[in-house]
């Protein structure tokens, strides 16, 4: 799919944005450009922050990250990364759901269940939620799903979750063998023209909870949710980015 693109991508007409990514329209009408922003939020957005180099860091590792999934047969909107914080994705209507999967309890997790928190979970459990920062995102079953139009059928429910176990399997592994547990990760979907579903968004820092599996040190975004100060908070992008791309950042 060949990708043609102006010097000054501040041309290209901006189409949406969220908090921290852009999304600008490209001549292909299938295709869209992701600008990946410096920002950093929490809290529903009412924490949030500004980290030079940020937005470079994530572009980057999502981009790895899809590139690596589409070879492991997920289906995904990646076509390419652009220097410095850039991706060209497919063009997709995006689900308004957010789909997490979790191996060890963390987080909410751990705070809504009488689970220890760090510990293993018996199998790895698929949650979702509505896309809704007005009801603080609330969490959805299949049947939720279907009833409120999300997805067309049971059916396509499991695809997802299908998916999104098979993300968590390839990870995982991936991650495992550069000395790093995936506690859990968030997916978004979206459907392209056709209908099909691909996984999109972004996966990164900011989507995944990662630990160092010797020492349990946090490789992720939870650093600036616990408050850590901003210095500290950039330096772990950079040590997430080192350990999963094997080289340093280009900021």
Not at 55 to 65: E, M, V, Y
Not at 154 to 159: A, M, R
Not at 169 to 189: H, M, N, P, Y
């Amino acid at each position: 799919m060949g990708v043609m693109l102006p010097q000054d991508f501040s041309k290209l007409e901006i189409i949406g944005e969220g908090k921290t990514k852009i999304v600008r329209r490209m001549d292909n009408p299938e295709l869209v450009l992701l600008e990946f922003k410096d920002a950093i939020t929490a809290l529903d957005g009412e924490k949030k922050d500004t980290i030079t180099g940020k937005g470079h860091i994530n572009a980057r590792i999502s981009g790895f990250l899809f590139e690596f999934l589409s070879k492991e047969g997920v289906p995904t909107h990646y076509v390419s990364f652009i220097e410095p914080k850039y991706m060209v994705v497919k063009r997709l209507k995006m689900l308004p759901v957010e789909v997490v999967c979790r191996n060890i309890a963390a987080g909410s997790f751990a705070k809504r269940y009488p689970v220890e928190a760090g510990s293993r979970l018996k199998h790895p459990v698929v949650e979702y939620y509505l896309k809704d920062d007005l009801r603080h995102d609330p969490m959805m079953n299949e049947d939720h799903m279907v009833v409120l139009g999300i997805l067309s059928s049971i059916e396509e429910v499991n695809e997802i979750k299908r998916l999104t176990l098979t993300v968590n399997k390839a990870l995982s592994k991936f991650l495992d063998d550069k000395g790093i547990t995936l506690v859990d990760f968030k997916l978004e979907f979206g459907r392209d023209r056709n209908g099909r579903i691909y996984v999109g968004d972004e996966i990164n820092g900011d989507s995944m909870r990662l630990w160092d599996k010797r020492t349990g040190r946090i490789l992720d975004k939870d650093v600036y949710r616990q408050g850590k100060n901003l210095s500290e908070v950039l330096e772990t992008y950079r040590e997430c980015y080192r350990r999963i791309i094997g080289e340093e950042p280009r900021v």
